[in-house]
């Protein structure tokens, strides 16, 4: 079941606010617990609260504090961006998105209108954050003065765009439509194959909720309501401003509309009452009193006297500064306006196919996972269960910023290792808060003789004396792992100072493959623009057999379980299906077997296909001219390279011309984990690094 929902739309003032609150309604009456958030408001000066906010807030009773259900203002989002702090707002965004997600069953996200902005920045901002909080995308357009050719380009436009970017748009509404232009829109659209998997309604023009009424006009304008109050539900479809002579003025009013006028003319007030009495008149809706003036008493009096009283506000404004605002003035449903919010439920419902899209949104799961979604899941499943990460290189400015990160967010305990007066002089220095943080320099451990000990009893038989021992446990790498063989931690991060080698060879002394497993190998979790595929073997085995490329088929689709990816096994040659021939292609159709023979000892579910071309795996179209009844082809999510050579070069490709974010290598086949680090990586890459050490570990204690 889905959990969520994005409402944007193709531009300011097309009715999204009406359709929010129809698919609210839907949702209430299908999902037990149902939230609504906004990633972006507007900016308010004068501390009011969001009216979508407070409308949703209140008309559905929701219980959630208002400051829980946006992450932050427009001002505040364009200072980050301008700042260059895109990644920092997008971080911000999704940690108040899973605040509200984890105590309800959905939460429906609608989309801003950035005042002033223009129309590509807005749908960039709101396609980038649709990705990230992976919703399906529910499109609001508007056909007000276009013809049905512009309507239709509008709408192609911004569809093709928003697909273009990745996201999943499951219908498309617009609004404001001519009924009788309703069906050719629906017609033509449809023909496009755009559309063939989206549901596509249209909403009538409707001047009740397109207009604002009198007590939307008295509060913009701060106004003292005279008289009427009981009529401020009256909707205002034109203003007059009456400056003129009596019998010019009487030609310029409609049915609806408000006469703003100074407060001294008494002739016009007087003239609006008797229009109001008039069966020849068409009826207005109300007065707006210009420059702080109000009638005398004896014009009150003849206004008491009337049967029908209509709203009569007075404002401090002059008349054309007042007739300005009104003209800008967008119309809202306001959360204490009860007969607006009824209207728009009731076209809503009348207009749009409810059990036909409640279907569509309640079983329409996005499969979009982007590089900021994916690295934000990695923080919370390893701060759901805390693990001990040991940093062997203490000394490095780039680990001690990460451990900060790290510590700040309350994702693992850290050990650092290395010279204590270095490190605690090099946090000085670096102005970071985390003095109270672990750090054990390894020939002053208590555990140093112990760990002697116990490395000359595993490795004795190999030569190596017990001072061989005491030489080699000074190493932090080896002192490191030794503490994740003992007990004392739970994984290890090292790299950014030392070479793979130096990293991983006390691994494969100390704590050894597991059993089955005859070889270590390794991962890259390639985050792409919409989803995250595994890489393997791309850092460690030059040219595996058949046997040892099955076996890191096994543990890759393991690995891929663990972070939580559906595992479809690609085992990649230069040749799909039974077309090819070789020593290489032969190698690794021998290296399918095996591993499906070893999925069955092991009773385990798995997807596999191989040998099989890199297009045909992950391309649908290439796949289907090549393999159309695989379970794998042009869906699959764990790519096994047939030897070092490729698949190295592949992810550096993948890497560098996509933009692709590349997390690893993650070692696999290890009896506890430990983690190489590349010697130029950043802190974001330690962090990242250090939380899939720490579920690494989760998943070895079966906490997964």
Do not use: W
Not at 55 to 81: C, D, Q, R, W
Not at 640 to 656: C, E, H, M, S
Not at 673 to 683: A, K, T
């Amino acid at each position: 079941m889905s959990k969520n929902l994005f409402v944007t739309s193709t531009e300011p003032r097309s009715g999204k606010s009406l359709v929010s609150l129809g698919l609210m309604e839907l949702l209430i009456r299908n999902i037990n617990r149902v939230a609504f958030f906004r990633p972006l408001i507007l900016s308010n000066t004068k501390g009011k609260k969001n009216n979508d906010i407070d409308l949703f807030a209140t008309h559905f009773n929701l219980n959630i504090p208002y400051e829980k259900m946006y992450a932050y203002t427009t001002t505040e989002a364009n200072s980050m961006i301008a700042a260059g702090r895109n990644e920092e707002l997008l971080e911000g965004i999704l940690n108040k998105y899973n605040e509200i997600e984890k105590d309800h069953d959905f939460v429906l996200c609608e989309g801003t209108e950035f005042e002033g902005s223009s129309a590509s920045f807005e749908f960039d901002i709101n396609s980038e954050i649709s990705n990230n909080l992976g919703c399906p995308v529910l499109l609001v357009g508007k056909a007000d003065n276009k013809n049905i050719d512009e309507t239709i380009r509008s709408i192609n436009m911004y569809n093709e765009s928003f697909i273009e970017e990745g996201c999943n748009v499951i219908a498309t509404i617009i609004n404001r439509v001519s009924p009788e232009h309703s069906d050719r829109i629906i017609t033509s659209l449809k023909k496009d194959k755009m559309y063939k998997n989206q549901l596509v309604y249209t909403i009538p023009d409707n001047k009740t909720l397109g207009n604002p009424t009198m007590g939307e006009i008295a509060r913009l304008l701060n106004a003292k309501v005279l008289y009427g109050e009981e009529q401020l539900g009256n909707n205002v479809y034109s203003y007059a401003i009456a400056a003129m002579q009596l019998r010019h003025f009487l030609d310029r009013v409609h049915y609806g509309t408000l006469i703003i006028t100074p407060g001294d003319r008494a002739d016009i007030i007087v003239a609006c009452m008797s229009i109001i009495s008039s069966t020849a008149m068409p009826y207005i809706s109300g007065i707006v009193l210009t420059g702080g003036l109000e009638p005398e008493n004896s014009v009150r009096k003849l206004i008491e006297g009337y049967d029908q009283i209509i709203p009569v506000l007075s404002v401090k404004e002059d008349t054309f500064p007042a007739a300005k605002k009104i003209s800008d003035m967008h119309s809202v449903i306001a959360p204490d306006d009860i007969r607006k919010i009824n209207h728009a439920l009731g076209v809503f419902e009348k207009n749009i196919d409810i059990d036909e899209l409640s279907e569509k949104i309640i079983k329409t799961q996005t499969e979009i996972i982007t590089p900021k979604m994916f690295e934000h899941r990695l923080i919370q499943k390893a701060k759901a269960h805390k693990q001990h990460i040991i940093l062997p290189e203490g000394e490095d400015q780039r680990i001690l910023q990460a451990t900060e990160a790290l510590l700040r967010r309350d994702v693992v305990d850290i050990t650092l290792l290395g010279n204590k007066r270095k490190i605690k002089d090099k946090i000085t220095q670096l102005g970071l808060n985390i003095e109270n943080t672990n750090i054990i320099d390894p020939q002053n451990s208590e555990y140093f003789d112990d760990y002697v000990k116990t490395y000359f009893e595993l490795r004795g038989r190999k030569g190596i004396t017990i001072d061989n021992a005491g030489d080699i446990m000074a190493d932090v790498n080896f002192f490191a792992t030794m503490m994740i063989y003992k007990g004392h931690a739970d994984g290890m991060v090292s790299g950014a100072r030392h070479t793979t080698g130096n990293t991983i060879r006390p691994a494969f002394q100390i704590i050894k493959t597991k059993p089955g497993c005859s070889i270590v190998s390794s991962v890259f979790l390639m985050c792409l623009k919409d989803r995250v595929l595994v890489y393997g073997d791309c850092a460690i085995n030059p040219n595996p057999d058949s046997r040892q490329l099955a076996e890191i088929a096994i543990a890759s689709a393991i690995t891929a379980e663990i972070f939580g990816i559906d595992p479809k096994v690609a085992m990649l040659s230069y040749s799909t299906g039974e077309s090819g021939k070789g020593e290489d292609v032969d190698n690794v159709r021998s290296a399918v077997a095996i591993a499906r023979d070893i999925a069955e000892e092991k009773h385990m579910k798995l997807i596999l296909e191989g040998p099989i071309q890199y297009d045909a795996a992950v391309d649908s179209k290439v796949a289907e001219a090549k393999m159309p009844d695989s379970k794998v082809a042009g869906n699959a999510t764990v790519l096994i390279f047939p030897d070092l050579n490729t698949g190295n070069n592949t992810y550096k490709a993948v890497q560098r011309s996509s933009g692709a974010v590349a997390i690893g290598p993650v070692l696999q086949g290890l009896n506890k984990p430990v983690n190489d680090l590349s010697r130029g990586c950043l802190v974001t890459d330690i962090v990242n690094t250090v939380a899939i050490t720490a579920i690494q570990a989760q998943a070895e204690k079966g906490l997964l």
